[in-house]
């Protein structure tokens, strides 16, 4: 099994950054795709970002295309998710997320899941 733990979630104003880290253990964490999703009161949890195992592929959510650069460090088993530009329609609860085979906008392909981390962006 692969444990996900986010951190890096707080209160900024708008047009700040924040940067998300996403740190694994257990499992064979390099052999897993890693995907960031995001959850807002009321609303369904969507996609925003993902990258592949070996770092080199990544998709996008049109929202934060060209914002928000995912990116992952094996060695440390560490994935991160830089938020520029952020936006009042940012504000979320933010999941990392593992799964295998291919990268994959849908939360339903993603076998392992963190607990969440607070992003609030004011305006």
């Known amino acids: 099994q692969v444990q996900l733990v986010e951190s890096g979630g707080g209160l900024v104003q708008a047009g700040g950054s924040l940067r998300l880290s996403c740190a694994a253990s257990?499992?064979?964490?390099?052999?897993?795709?890693v995907g960031w999703f995001r959850q807002a009161p009321g609303k369904e949890r969507e996609f925003v970002a993902a990258?592949?195992?070996?770092?080199?592929?990544?998709m996008y959510a049109d929202s934060v295309k060209g914002r928000f650069p995912i990116s992952r460090d094996n060695a440390k088993k560490m994935v991160s998710l830089q938020m520029n530009s952020l936006n009042p329609e940012d504000t979320a609860v933010y999941y990392c997320?593992?799964?295998?085979?291919?990268?994959?906008?849908?939360?339903?392909?993603?076998?392992?899941w963190g607990h969440g981390t607070q992003v609030t962006v004011s305006s």
């Open positions: 997320a593992a799964g295998r085979g291919y990268l994959t906008r849908s939360p339903n392909d993603y076998e392992y």
């Open positions: 257990g499992g064979a964490f390099t052999l897993y795709n």
């Open positions: 990258i592949t195992w070996s770092g080199v592929s990544t």
